[in-house]
Protein backbone atom coordinates (compact mmCIF):
# COMPACT_ATOMS: atom_id res chain seq x y z
CA UNK A 1 0.00 0.00 0.00
CA UNK A 2 1.34 3.04 -0.50
CA UNK A 3 2.60 5.52 1.70
CA UNK A 4 0.95 8.76 1.17
CA UNK A 5 2.79 12.04 1.88
CA UNK A 6 0.28 14.61 2.03
CA UNK A 7 0.72 18.22 2.29
CA UNK A 8 -1.23 21.39 2.73
CA UNK A 9 -2.95 22.33 -0.10
CA UNK A 10 -4.05 25.57 1.98
CA UNK A 11 -0.96 27.75 1.27
CA UNK A 12 -0.35 29.15 -2.39
CA UNK A 13 3.25 28.99 -2.42
CA UNK A 14 3.44 25.46 -1.74
CA UNK A 15 5.01 24.31 -4.77
CA UNK A 16 4.40 20.48 -3.73
CA UNK A 17 1.12 20.23 -3.25
CA UNK A 18 -1.97 22.71 -4.36
CA UNK A 19 -5.45 22.68 -4.20
CA UNK A 20 -7.20 24.89 -7.46
CA UNK A 21 -10.21 26.43 -5.65
CA UNK A 22 -13.33 28.43 -6.68
CA UNK A 23 -16.90 28.73 -5.75
CA UNK A 24 -17.03 25.92 -7.60
CA UNK A 25 -15.96 22.48 -7.53
CA UNK A 26 -12.60 21.75 -6.61
CA UNK A 27 -9.59 19.56 -8.02
CA UNK A 28 -7.70 18.67 -5.22
CA UNK A 29 -3.59 17.60 -5.98
CA UNK A 30 -1.88 15.42 -3.48
CA UNK A 31 1.71 15.02 -4.19
CA UNK A 32 4.20 11.89 -3.58
CA UNK A 33 8.46 11.82 -3.50
CA UNK A 34 10.02 11.40 -6.46
CA UNK A 35 12.19 7.78 -5.53
CA UNK A 36 8.89 5.82 -5.09
CA UNK A 37 9.22 4.62 -8.53
CA UNK A 38 8.15 0.88 -7.14
CA UNK A 39 5.15 2.37 -5.76
CA UNK A 40 4.67 4.76 -8.58
CA UNK A 41 4.68 1.13 -10.57
CA UNK A 42 2.37 -0.22 -8.24
CA UNK A 43 -0.26 2.65 -8.52
CA UNK A 44 -0.52 2.37 -12.45
CA UNK A 45 -1.35 -1.61 -12.42
CA UNK A 46 -3.65 -1.41 -9.41
CA UNK A 47 -7.33 -1.70 -11.18
CA UNK A 48 -8.87 -0.21 -7.87
CA UNK A 49 -6.56 3.52 -8.36
CA UNK A 50 -8.35 5.31 -11.15
CA UNK A 51 -7.71 8.55 -9.59
CA UNK A 52 -6.15 10.96 -12.52
CA UNK A 53 -2.26 10.89 -11.99
CA UNK A 54 1.07 12.96 -13.34
CA UNK A 55 4.14 10.98 -13.62
CA UNK A 56 6.81 12.53 -14.93
CA UNK A 57 7.96 11.39 -18.34
CA UNK A 58 4.48 9.39 -19.22
CA UNK A 59 2.58 11.71 -20.87
CA UNK A 60 3.89 14.79 -23.37
CA UNK A 61 4.04 18.45 -21.69
CA UNK A 62 1.03 19.50 -20.01
CA UNK A 63 -0.63 15.86 -20.04
CA UNK A 64 -1.57 13.49 -17.12
CA UNK A 65 -3.09 9.84 -17.33
CA UNK A 66 -6.36 9.53 -16.80
CA UNK A 67 -8.23 5.97 -16.71
CA UNK A 68 -8.85 4.28 -19.68
CA UNK A 69 -11.74 1.77 -21.02
CA UNK A 70 -10.13 -1.37 -18.73
CA UNK A 71 -9.16 -1.38 -15.09
CA UNK A 72 -5.06 -1.06 -16.08
CA UNK A 73 -5.65 0.76 -18.40
CA UNK A 74 -4.67 4.71 -18.52
CA UNK A 75 -4.54 7.45 -21.20
CA UNK A 76 -2.64 10.82 -22.00
CA UNK A 77 -4.64 14.02 -22.15
CA UNK A 78 -4.78 17.37 -21.38
CA UNK A 79 -4.48 18.28 -17.53
CA UNK A 80 -7.36 20.74 -15.93
CA UNK A 81 -7.21 24.37 -17.49
CA UNK A 82 -5.43 23.18 -20.71
CA UNK A 83 -7.12 22.97 -23.98
CA UNK A 84 -5.68 20.31 -26.90
CA UNK A 85 -5.17 21.87 -30.18
CA UNK A 86 -5.14 19.31 -32.97
CA UNK A 87 -3.42 21.10 -35.67
CA UNK A 88 -0.12 20.87 -33.01
CA UNK A 89 -1.40 17.43 -31.24
CA UNK A 90 -0.67 19.21 -28.12
CA UNK A 91 -2.03 20.54 -24.88
CA UNK A 92 -1.92 24.62 -24.34
CA UNK A 93 -2.65 26.67 -21.23
CA UNK A 94 -5.74 28.51 -21.77
CA UNK A 95 -5.05 32.78 -22.26
CA UNK A 96 -1.36 31.94 -22.34
CA UNK A 97 0.23 32.52 -26.29
CA UNK A 98 0.45 29.01 -26.61
CA UNK A 99 0.81 28.12 -30.55
CA UNK A 100 -1.03 31.97 -31.21
CA UNK A 101 0.54 34.94 -32.87
CA UNK A 102 1.94 37.48 -31.03
CA UNK A 103 -0.77 39.61 -29.46
CA UNK A 104 -3.00 36.52 -29.59
CA UNK A 105 -3.69 34.23 -26.74
CA UNK A 106 -5.56 30.77 -26.39
CA UNK A 107 -9.19 30.80 -25.80
CA UNK A 108 -12.65 28.94 -26.96
CA UNK A 109 -15.02 29.66 -28.80
CA UNK A 110 -18.32 29.59 -26.99
CA UNK A 111 -20.59 27.29 -27.08
CA UNK A 112 -18.65 25.06 -29.31
CA UNK A 113 -15.88 24.46 -27.50
CA UNK A 114 -13.12 24.49 -29.78
CA UNK A 115 -9.62 25.93 -29.62
CA UNK A 116 -9.39 29.25 -30.91
CA UNK A 117 -7.14 32.51 -31.05
CA UNK A 118 -8.42 36.12 -29.34
CA UNK A 119 -6.71 39.44 -29.83
CA UNK A 120 -5.40 40.10 -26.76
CA UNK A 121 -6.36 43.78 -26.00
CA UNK A 122 -4.03 43.73 -23.06
CA UNK A 123 -0.46 45.70 -24.54
CA UNK A 124 1.75 44.29 -22.39
CA UNK A 125 2.29 40.53 -23.53
CA UNK A 126 2.38 39.35 -20.26
CA UNK A 127 -0.84 40.12 -19.29
CA UNK A 128 -4.81 39.46 -20.26
CA UNK A 129 -7.76 41.24 -19.66
CA UNK A 130 -9.79 40.16 -16.61
CA UNK A 131 -12.69 42.54 -14.93
CA UNK A 132 -12.16 45.63 -16.71
CA UNK A 133 -8.29 45.52 -15.81
CA UNK A 134 -5.33 43.71 -17.41
CA UNK A 135 -3.56 41.41 -14.74
CA UNK A 136 -1.21 38.75 -14.66
CA UNK A 137 -1.77 34.87 -14.79
CA UNK A 138 -1.31 33.30 -11.75
CA UNK A 139 -0.65 36.50 -9.87
CA UNK A 140 -2.67 37.84 -6.91
CA UNK A 141 -4.63 40.84 -8.54
CA UNK A 142 -7.49 43.19 -5.98
CA UNK A 143 -9.53 41.83 -7.97
CA UNK A 144 -9.47 38.93 -5.60
CA UNK A 145 -9.77 38.17 -2.32
CA UNK A 146 -7.80 37.14 0.88
CA UNK A 147 -9.59 34.84 2.52
CA UNK A 148 -7.91 33.87 5.77
CA UNK A 149 -4.66 34.42 4.98
CA UNK A 150 -5.22 32.25 1.55
CA UNK A 151 -4.13 35.25 -1.15
CA UNK A 152 -6.26 33.93 -4.61
CA UNK A 153 -4.69 34.10 -7.78
CA UNK A 154 -6.20 34.86 -11.15
CA UNK A 155 -6.12 31.87 -13.32
CA UNK A 156 -8.57 29.50 -15.58
CA UNK A 157 -11.40 27.80 -13.34
CA UNK A 158 -11.16 24.12 -14.31
CA UNK A 159 -14.87 23.69 -14.36
CA UNK A 160 -15.91 26.97 -16.45
CA UNK A 161 -12.25 26.93 -18.02
CA UNK A 162 -12.71 31.09 -17.81
CA UNK A 163 -10.66 33.65 -15.97
CA UNK A 164 -11.49 33.18 -11.96
CA UNK A 165 -10.05 33.98 -8.72
CA UNK A 166 -8.27 30.55 -7.89
CA UNK A 167 -5.72 29.30 -5.31
CA UNK A 168 -2.17 28.75 -7.21
CA UNK A 169 -1.53 26.37 -9.67
CA UNK A 170 0.58 23.52 -9.63
CA UNK A 171 3.71 23.28 -12.12
CA UNK A 172 4.45 20.35 -13.25
CA UNK A 173 7.52 21.64 -15.78
CA UNK A 174 9.63 22.78 -12.99
CA UNK A 175 12.95 20.52 -13.78
CA UNK A 176 13.54 20.33 -10.25
CA UNK A 177 10.55 18.69 -9.66
CA UNK A 178 9.92 14.32 -10.55
CA UNK A 179 7.57 13.67 -8.33
CA UNK A 180 3.34 11.75 -8.55
CA UNK A 181 0.71 14.28 -8.41
CA UNK A 182 -2.77 13.11 -8.64
CA UNK A 183 -5.46 15.03 -9.65
CA UNK A 184 -8.63 14.32 -8.19
CA UNK A 185 -12.22 15.57 -9.33
CA UNK A 186 -10.39 16.20 -13.01
CA UNK A 187 -12.13 14.61 -15.97
CA UNK A 188 -11.08 13.54 -19.23
CA UNK A 189 -14.19 13.98 -20.98
CA UNK A 190 -14.09 18.19 -19.78
CA UNK A 191 -14.77 20.39 -22.21
CA UNK A 192 -10.93 21.28 -24.21
CA UNK A 193 -9.87 17.75 -24.27
CA UNK A 194 -8.59 15.61 -26.69
CA UNK A 195 -10.94 13.12 -25.63
CA UNK A 196 -13.57 15.58 -26.62
CA UNK A 197 -12.44 17.16 -29.57
CA UNK A 198 -12.13 13.36 -30.79
CA UNK A 199 -16.23 12.77 -29.80
CA UNK A 200 -15.08 9.90 -27.24
CA UNK A 201 -17.01 11.70 -25.00
CA UNK A 202 -20.70 11.92 -26.24
CA UNK A 203 -21.94 14.89 -23.87
CA UNK A 204 -18.93 16.92 -24.88
CA UNK A 205 -18.98 16.54 -28.91
CA UNK A 206 -17.88 19.58 -30.11
CA UNK A 207 -20.84 21.29 -32.83
Known amino acids: MMDKFYFTLCVVFLYTAVQLSTCGPAIELFAYPADEAEQIKEYLQNAHNRTPVFIPGKCSPNEILYPGDHAD????????????????????????????????????????????????????GKKV?????????????????????????????????????????????????????LFEGAKRCSSGTKASYNELCVENTPK
Not at 75 to 89: E, I, K, T
Not at 94 to 108: I, M, R, S, W
Not at 133 to 161: I, M
Open 73 to 124: DWVCDCRPGYVYYPNNDSCYALFTKGFCQPGEYVDLERPSMLVKCTQNTCTD
Open 129 to 181: PFRGQCVELNRHDKACPVVKRKRFVVGVNTTTLQLDCVVGELDLGRGDYNGLV
